[in-house]
């Protein structure tokens, strides 16, 4: 039975079949898209894609998607959401930047970072420049002081309520504004708790999990990376040879040439970008590390003339050869062996 991967949609119904014993051809869109276009069948509506994928697997052209184990399922769930919870808080963190431009402009000489917690909770009670400036002093100092005793009190409440008094914000949608910015440090509080909680989550799972232990152990690494390892590459067992590896998460090279025209070798880019994300920021950090084996194999790559930017590609690749190596094996990080096991 053929079933085209339409990501949580379609999941009860996989299980569903699977459960009844059926032999179950997870299809992924793109390869029906293709098999379609190969026919020139242009037209695309429920009933006519029920038949392209009849026709693929009576074809014996369809390849069977992948399944992920309940493990990397668990891996994928959580490592999404922190993903989605993060941009959030960036999101928030800009618009309540924004909105801080037009209420008090002079709020961030007080708290360089607004989206800090006390700044928060100070932004929540008052939050614009008129706010404050009807605020009598002892009022705000006894307010700070119960927030950050160490830090803030009189001075800090002096401070603020004389700058907003000579606040030049623009005074437009005063009202509207605050009550926006309010709900957005709401926001922004709640999401970053919410975090707290879920990297607690992803921290027991990778302590549980015996194909975590070796690249927690790899200094280039942190737990959000291992995390993202683990939920993107998913089993290995299905890749025979370390380039389907390197193909899935497209750091594999795409040549494109034609008779005597060559065009310019690049990365396919092909699968998860996140991989290559991660990737390439622990291929950064590691050329800043001392003793790094991967940042003296990138200052070697460098050494030979080779461009800097490659250079970080192929530290890159290294990487997820070692990590590769790690999962399959359950071995521990030997950073001495890092050479042997990439290649040099």
């Known amino acids: 039975?053929?079933?085209?991967?339409?990501?949580?949609?379609?999941?009860?119904?996989?299980q569903a079949l699977l459960k009844r014993n059926y032999r179950v051809c997870l299809l992924h869109p793109a390869q029906m898209h293709a098999f379609a276009q190969q026919r020139g069948l242009r037209a695309k509506t429920d009933q006519l894609d029920a038949v392209t994928i009849a026709r693929a697997l009576?074809?014996?052209?369809?390849r069977f998607g992948y399944v992920p184990s309940e493990q990397v399922a668990t891996y994928r769930e959580l490592m999404r959401l922190q993903k989605q919870l993060s941009d959030d808080v960036v999101r928030y963190k800009n618009e309540i930047h924004a909105l801080l431009v037009v209420l008090f402009p002079?709020?961030?000489?007080?708290?360089?970072?607004?989206?800090?917690?006390?700044?928060?909770a100070v932004l929540k009670r008052y939050p614009s420049a008129q706010a404050i400036a009807q605020t009598e002093v002892e009022t705000l100092s006894t307010f700070l002081h119960e927030l950050a005793p160490r830090h803030y009190g009189r001075a800090t409440a002096q401070e603020l309520v004389g700058l907003a008094k000579a606040s030049i914000g623009s005074g437009v949608a005063v009202a509207a504004r605050s009550a926006s910015l309010r709900i957005l440090c709401d926001q922004l509080d709640h999401t970053q708790k919410n975090l707290?909680?879920?990297?607690?989550?992803?921290?027991?799972?990778?302590?549980?999990?015996?194909?975590?232990?070796?690249?927690?152990?790899?200094?280039?690494?942190?737990?959000?990376?291992?995390?993202?390892?683990?939920?993107?590459?998913?089993?290995?067992?299905?890749?025979?040879?370390?380039?389907?590896?390197?193909?899935?998460?497209?750091?594999?090279?795409?040549?494109?040439?034609?008779?005597?025209?060559?065009?310019?070798?690049?990365?396919?880019?092909?699968?998860?970008g996140r991989v290559r994300r991660i990737l390439y920021l622990a291929a950064l950090r590691?050329?800043?590390?001392?003793?790094?084996?991967?940042?003296?194999?990138?200052?070697?790559?460098?050494?030979?003339?080779?461009?800097?930017?490659?250079?970080?590609?192929?530290?890159?690749?290294?990487?997820?050869?070692?990590?590769?190596?790690?999962?399959?094996?359950?071995?521990?990080?030997?950073?001495?062996?890092?050479?042997?096991?990439?290649g040099n």
């Open 196 to 272: 707290e909680q879920l990297q607690r989550e992803i921290d027991q799972l990778l302590n549980q999990d015996p194909k975590a232990k070796g690249m927690l152990d790899v200094p280039e690494f942190g737990p959000t990376t291992v995390a993202v390892l683990r939920a993107e590459l998913g089993d290995l067992a299905r890749f025979t040879r370390i380039d389907q590896v390197v193909a899935y998460v497209g750091l594999d090279l795409q040549v494109k040439q034609s008779g005597k025209w060559k065009g310019q070798t690049k990365l396919s880019k092909h699968g998860s």
């Open 1 to 14: 039975m053929g079933l085209e991967a339409t990501s949580r949609y379609g999941e009860n119904l996989l």
């Open 106 to 120: 002079a709020f961030t000489q007080v708290f360089a970072d607004p989206t800090r917690p006390t700044a928060l």
């Open 286 to 342: 590691s050329i800043h590390l001392d003793d790094s084996p991967f940042g003296a194999y990138y200052q070697r790559l460098v050494a030979r003339g080779m461009k800097k930017g490659m250079a970080v590609v192929a530290v890159m690749r290294k990487m997820l050869i070692v990590a590769v190596h790690l999962i399959q094996t359950e071995e521990s990080y030997d950073p001495g062996k890092v050479a042997v096991r990439a």
């Open 58 to 62: 009576l074809s014996g052209e369809a």
